[in-house]
């Protein structure tokens, strides 16, 4: 069998230079469709089973994060369920490198575990069955998608979280389906209490142009979203103008955006120090937040992280500083790692779908701890 190396399907991206060589594959990242941001890779060989693969991305050096190279595993799977790390994976004079032998014919290489667009429905029409949830569409996408709301809960405290604003970190969407589950479950004493205190407002995915076209960091109009908040354009960055009208009409008391990175091996939580009149009750709540997380979850650390912007530096045009400054509430963003966690390490898995999805789920108990003080 012929050995062929094909992107083309949902989030899928590579350029393939050339493949008659096994052990000489050359290939490039197609940057976003509309930017020059680049990391995010997604593609399937076949009919290399039991050869000695070696395939050489050409253009890491230019990636947005060249720091994700380092002590990076590619991500691989059979199946498109199970994704292991690839340890043969090195970053060598500005090209990474993947030497593999695939065990079956049909093998898919990705820098994450991808989440499609087709889970995505899957899982936001599931969610819309249960009777505590309902649906509805804040607007279209620069290519017409739905950008979907679900609404969870009857409580007074209003909670906003959103996820996937670069399209490229799928981490955030595997979390946002713990979160959902967990948040759904009419067994779960700790989300029924959260449901009578708390109205949730959930944007599962930001950024479902992005998604689909195997973008790392923009939506198609070449926006990065999350530099839009408070600025976009309904033309150019309509995700963020719908989300921000929505947010007006039911102003939250905590917003969580949720992410991943591609250079830290650890799962943090970036606040909103910087912004002008950053108030203590923001940093009591804060506080309270971090500690009840890093309590409920094994995985969450407060050691590292990004440094604190200093008192009226932060950059308004995102997320967290944003929704904090303008709605005086909690905000905050979840970084996850591209990597692994570097504190309890997974050799064979690194950080994961099911880590992911864990780490949504054990958000609700820091949630519970501080929403009577919101």
């Not at 076209?213 to 908040?229: I, K, S, V, Y």
Request: aromatic letters at 10%; proline letters at 5%; a negative charge.
């Amino acid at each position: 069998m012929t050995l062929q190396i094909t992107s083309a399907f949902d989030g899928g991206n590579i350029i393939v230079h050339s493949q008659n060589d096994p052990t000489n594959i050359r290939l490039s990242i197609r940057p976003d469709n509309a930017s020059d941001f680049y990391q995010w890779f997604y593609f399937r060989v076949s009919g290399a089973k039991g050869q000695e693969l070696r395939l050489v991305i050409e253009n890491a050096k230019n990636a947005a994060f060249t720091g994700g190279w380092e002590g990076y595993q590619a991500c691989a799977s059979y199946d498109r369920q199970t994704w292991f790390r690839i340890e043969a994976t090195s970053y060598v004079d500005g090209n990474l490198i993947i030497e593999h032998e695939p065990d079956h014919d049909s093998l898919y290489y990705a820098y994450f575990a991808p989440y499609s667009m087709e889970r995505h429905a899957n899982v936001v029409a599931e969610a819309a069955l249960h009777e505590a949830c309902s649906l509805r569409v804040l607007g279209q996408t620069v290519e017409g998608q739905d950008l979907d709301c679900l609404s969870i809960g009857s409580g007074k405290k209003i909670i906003w979280v959103i996820a996937r604003q670069h399209p490229g970190e799928t981490m955030a969407e595997w979390w946002m389906e713990g979160f959902l589950a967990r948040l759904l479950d009419d067994e779960d004493d700790v989300s029924l209490s959260l449901r009578e205190k708390a109205t949730f407002h959930i944007v599962p995915n930001m950024n479902p142009d992005g998604s689909r076209n195997g973008n790392l960091r923009t939506n198609h109009a070449g926006a990065n979203l999350n530099r839009e908040w408070g600025v976009a354009a309904i033309q150019s960055a309509p995700e963020v103008y719908h989300t921000i009208a929505a947010m007006d009409s039911a102003k939250p008391d905590l917003c969580l955006d949720v992410h991943g990175d591609e250079s830290l091996p650890y799962n943090f939580i970036a606040g909103a120090e910087g912004i002008p009149g950053y108030t203590q009750k923001q940093a009591d709540n804060l506080a309270a937040f971090l500690s009840a997380y890093k309590t409920a979850s094994p995985d969450f650390q407060t050691e590292h992280g990004y440094p604190k912007n200093k008192p009226g530096t932060a950059n308004l045009t995102m997320c967290t500083n944003y929704t904090a400054h303008a709605y005086d509430c909690l905000a905050m963003t979840l970084e996850m790692p591209f990597k692994d966690n570097a504190d309890a390490p997974d050799p064979k898995y690194g950080w994961s779908p099911d880590r992911s999805a864990d780490l949504g789920g054990a958000v609700l108990d820091a949630m519970l701890a501080v929403v009577d003080e919101l």
